[in-house]
């Protein structure tokens, strides 16, 4: 399950995972609790992954899983191989909700603004169809939704009662429509 910082990634999929009677795997604790990062990203203040360590330590997981493994994480793309992939979620939120999450959760404007640019450009479901191909990605609007419904939807796909689409949302046409696109286009 992937997405930009603030769609919902983390409580989706900890539902999911408990619907499904499977294991949820985030990037970030195992970059957090197991020390699989290779650095600190001084202009960021954060930790920088290693890959390669992650990569090595989900393939473990999966093998050593007996049911689904729910794995949850920006960059999931990096580190989960094709193989092992049932479904890539990729979750979406419209920009302007977007925006104002991250700033509650307190981000700094150009992590806010880095974020928001990268939701409008499609970059987290770019990165998935090159990953994972078509078939195995799923986008899903989660703008307005609660983690509840949003997982009902997941797990239709799961369940083949819904097919994986992609190619719902168009965030530049819906800000532009709206007359609120320059003012995202004058923070990048």
């Known amino acids: 399950m992937v997405g930009s910082p603030g769609v919902g990634k983390s409580s989706i999929s900890i539902i999911l995972a408990n619907r499904l009677k499977g294991r949820r795997v985030s990037i970030g604790d ?21 890959t390669e360590r992650i990569e090595k330590r ?41 925006r104002g999450i991250l700033e509650k959760r307190g981000f700094p404007q150009k ?21 994972y191909g078509e078939g195995k990605t799923c986008e899903v609007d989660v703008s307005g939704r609660n983690a509840e419904e949003v997982t009902e939807e997941l797990i239709d796909v799961v369940r083949g009662r819904r097919k994986a689409r992609i190619g719902i949302v168009d965030w530049l046409t819906q800000l532009e429509i709206a007359g609120r696109l320059d003012e995202f286009l004058d923070t990048l």
Do not use: W
Request: include cysteine; hydrophobic fraction near 45%.
């Open 111 to 131: 992590k806010i603004t880095e974020n928001v640019a990268a939701e409008i450009l499609d970059v987290c479901l770019y990165d998935a169809v090159q990953a």
């Open 30 to 50: 195992l970059v957090e609790h197991e020390g699989l990062d290779c650095g600190l990203d001084t202009k960021r203040g954060t930790k920088i992954a290693d």
């Open 58 to 98: 989900i393939r473990g997981i999966v093998a050593n899983s007996e049911g689904l493994v729910i794995v949850e994480g920006h960059f999931a793309m990096d580190v989960v191989r094709v193989e092992d992939v049932l479904y890539a979620f990729v979750l979406r939120r419209n920009p302007i909700e977007l």
